[in-house]
């Protein structure tokens, strides 16, 4: 079974500061997904990174695929209070034998206050 | 606006009742999956149909039966439920490719057992 690590669980910060979100695992993935969830509705797809040691930008977002393919993580710069929900990694498994089933990660609740 | 519907969004129901959640989508994803979600935890994965056959169920009880009518519908019947099974229900889609197509969700409907 792999298994995603993410951290921290919970985050609340002011708006305009930085913060980052971690997955670790000691399984190879394929691809990293990470998605945001706001209250009340589904998550949504943000990137997915592919290629060991990707670096991805969207807009104050950066996703970072670790070398090994085993880790990932979300810088987010000057945090605004749009910013809020959960965030969620997950991974697809590498070698295409568990087809379907990505592993979610626990979860970041970011919350931003004005 | 998420381009997977989800009816009710909203449902309660008794322990004896029998009711259904249905879900819908027009991009032309061949792969369909029901999700279950407790507040502020990750997606748990129940079924997915890939070419609207049943491929993966994760040891679902059985008050839980899927169906997928055609490549666009995907229905959960459900059948004397329990006050633990009182979570956010979601559908979701995806390209049939090796696992790291990305997932595309609904918004859910949120059950409530009583």
């Known amino acids: 079974t792999q298994l995603l690590e993410q951290s921290p669980q919970f985050l609340s910060i002011q708006e305009g500061e930085n913060l980052t979100v971690y997955c670790n695992s000691s399984?190879?993935?394929?691809?990293l997904q990470w998605y945001r969830q706001e209250p009340g509705e589904g998550p949504v797809l943000l990137v997915t990174?592919?290629?060991?040691?990707e670096v991805k930008k969207l807009k104050r977002l950066t996703f970072q695929f670790g070398d090994a393919r085993k880790d990932s993580s979300l810088h987010i710069t000057a945090a605004q209070t749009g910013d809020t929900g959960l965030y969620l990694c997950a991974g697809a498994p590498a070698g295409g034998t568990s087809y379907g089933k990505l592993t979610f990660g626990q979860g970041t609740i970011l919350t931003v206050h004005p | 606006d998420t381009e997977v519907t989800q009816t009710p969004k909203h449902l309660v129901m008794g322990m004896t009742n029998k009711k259904s959640l249905k879900c819908e989508q027009h991009?032309?994803?061949?792969?369909m999956y029901w999700y279950k979600q407790k507040a502020k935890k990750p997606p748990e994965l129940m079924f997915v149909y890939s070419y609207e056959k049943l491929s993966i169920n994760e040891s679902v009880p059985s008050r839980f039966s899927p169906e997928c009518p055609n490549s666009s519908l995907l229905n959960l019947h459900l059948h004397a439920l329990q006050p633990e099974d009182s979570a956010l229900y979601l559908c979701?889609?995806?390209?049939?490719?090796?696992?790291?197509?990305?997932?595309?969700f609904g918004n859910g409907t949120r059950l409530t057992v009583t």
């Open positions: 991009m032309g994803h061949r792969a």
């Open positions: 399984s190879v993935f394929s691809s």
């Open positions: 979701a889609s995806s390209q049939l490719t090796q696992g790291d197509s990305p997932l595309h």
């Open positions: 990174v592919v290629t060991g040691g």
